[in-house]
RNA sequence: GUCCCCAUCGUCUAGCCUGGCCCAGGACGACGGCCUUUCACGCCGUUAACAGGGGUUCAAAUCCCCUUGGGGACGCCA
């Protein structure tokens, strides 16, 4: 066996939702753990549903999460030509035939066998008619009658299925268009696929798809199939059902690592370790470590997943981030009035205490106003701003005033200085003190955040909050 | 209906293949505490699970069978 590659083929219609991601990962992570290739091919043969925007929507949530492809994508639209060349020589060895049945007569053999308790199928009455094409004729794969077809799934273990279970499926409509089992065989083998990883619901589709394998004497790729992932109600995660596009936590501010790591998590695992960098994931992904039973994707341990990255991320990313959230928010003149740097002495104020970039954005609003524009929290200033407190505060303004370097080590011996002197305690200052410069009653650390405020805006705040 | 798959704390999972180290470990959450200038972070602790029943065995979460429950498939959709 050569290189390992594997692929990832979704339909184009919707968006790259959380499972398909998933998929979309653990097939990403099986090539590149064994220094193969990945390739992409969009399944765009149902014209009616598939669109270019979902197409563009699919891959700009694969580059959002890295997820990269090697070689050109592959429509499999482009491909029928070869699907029915795939088609006539099945035909002409024998392992495919024409039938002219209608759809009707279809139907009704399989409600009588359903009627009988046997598996509802077609009963392969132009086996042998040898009849060639035609109007309105279908073909179909001439598949084993007896005998049963095996293989040993990647993630399930060994799956076997009697042969009797399977009829004779269409390979070619009546309209000339090949179907699907067809077509991915025919892909798959042409593209050079070694490993398919795919969704749970394809494990019935499997054993078709050998038979197809066989009848044209190909080798038959490695197949494992990854559960679903589950929402809080333990339903199936759709699309009216909570399952967001992964664009849409991108929306919500979370971080693509983050996303990588929750989802490779959700369904795999390596002993107990929780956060992988992308470099531990390809190293260590194995598909051993897959799981086989669904799972319920569980928002509270992601926004976890989350922060860890947050904390970790480097400040002046996340202030760029925290700039493009702003512009689409406000806009671009707007946004450009808070400075990148700003930002950035910002950010790490917040990275323990953000659990998204939308959150931190937040949370640097008292930060990105001018002092006339603060809001101040009711509750917070009945409580902190009394005129015992705004009296201390006008005495430790005069103070702060003094200072030449604004910087958190000075405000910090200032303010210590103020309470020795004044025979208070810390706490005393501190919460009216933090009203007073943020509004609020919750901030970062006092002195970095005065610091990083800077003496105009402290003075200004302190002043105003004296007069409310 | 028939076939296929699945089943460990609320959730993600380790352990299962190669029985004993498991009166089941980690993580998220929840709860309590510590730290502390608020809020977080961090740290410490508590809570909580082998679906049920039969076997096999000196010994079963681990192997076998049955039941129950969940999911999927049975298309001239992908």
């Known amino acids: 066996m050569g290189k390992t590659i594997s ?9 790259l939702h959380i499972g398909g991601a998933r998929t979309a990962l653990f097939a990403w992570l099986l090539a590149r753990s064994k ?21 563009d929507a699919i891959i700009d949530a694969m580059k959002w999460l890295g997820l990269e492809h090697d070689g050109e994508i592959i429509f499999q639209s482009s491909r029928a030509d070869r699907h029915n060349e795939v088609i006539d020589q099945l035909v002409a060895s024998g392992n495919a035939y024409y039938c002219d049945c209608t759809k009707e007569q279809v139907d009704a053999m399989r409600e009588k066998a359903r009627q009988e308790g046997r598996k509802p199928k077609y009963d392969g009455s132009c086996r042998e008619k040898d009849l060639g094409p035609g109007p309105d004729r279908v073909v179909r794969l001439k598949a084993p009658l007896e005998g049963s077809t095996a ?17 004779d499926m269409i390979l070619r409509r009546s309209d000339g268009t090949p179907t699907y089992n067809l077509a991915v065989v025919v892909d798959d083998h042409d593209m050079g696929v070694t490993s398919v990883l795919r969704g749970d619901d394809h494990v019935n589709n499997t054993p078709r798809q050998i038979l197809i394998y066989k009848a044209m004497g190909w080798d038959v790729p490695n197949f494992g199939h990854v559960p679903m992932i589950l929402g809080p109600d333990k339903k199936k995660l759709s699309k009216r059902h909570g399952a967001l596009s992964v664009m849409e936590y991108e929306k919500m501010g979370y971080l693509p690592e983050a996303v990588i790591n929750y989802l490779a998590r959700l369904g795999w695992s390596h002993g107990d370790q929780e956060l992988f960098s992308r470099e531990e994931l390809v190293e260590l992904f194995h598909p051993e470590g897959l799981g086989n039973s669904p799972s319920v994707f569980d928002l509270k341990k992601f ?27 406000v806009g671009e003149e707007e946004a450009a009035k808070v400075s990148h740097a700003l930002l950035a002495k910002v950010a790490p104020l917040l990275q323990p205490r953000a659990k998204s970039i939308v959150d931190m954005l ?23 701003l009394t005129d015992d407190s705004k009296a201390l505060l006008e005495a430790l303004a005069e103070k702060l005033d003094a200072l030449d370097e604004f910087t958190e080590e000075s405000v910090e011996n200032v303010m210590r200085g103020f309470v020795d002197e004044k025979g208070i305690k810390f706490k005393e200052v501190a919460q009216p003190t933090r009203v007073a410069v943020t509004g609020t009653t919750k901030s970062p650390g006092l002195f970095e955040t005065l610091a990083v405020l800077g003496k105009d805006q402290t003075m200004a705040r302190i002043r105003r909050a004296v007069e409310l």
């Open 35 to 55: 220094g193969g290739e990945f390739v992409l091919r969009i399944e765009d043969t149902d014209r009616e549903r598939s669109t270019q925007e979902a197409i």
């Open 362 to 384: 937040e949370q640097a609003r008292p930060f990105m106003v001018d002092t006339t524009f603060l809001a101040y929290d009711e509750k917070a200033v009945n409580k902190f």
């Open 7 to 15: 692929r990832f083929a979704p339909s184009p219609t919707g968006f």
């Open 303 to 329: 926004e976890w997943v989350n922060s860890q990255y947050m904390q970790q991320a480097d400040p002046e990313r996340l202030a760029t981030l925290m700039q493009e959230f702003l512009t689409r928010e």
């Open 151 to 167: 293989y040993n799934d990647m993630v399930k273990g060994p799956i076997s299925i009697d042969n009797t279970e399977m009829d």
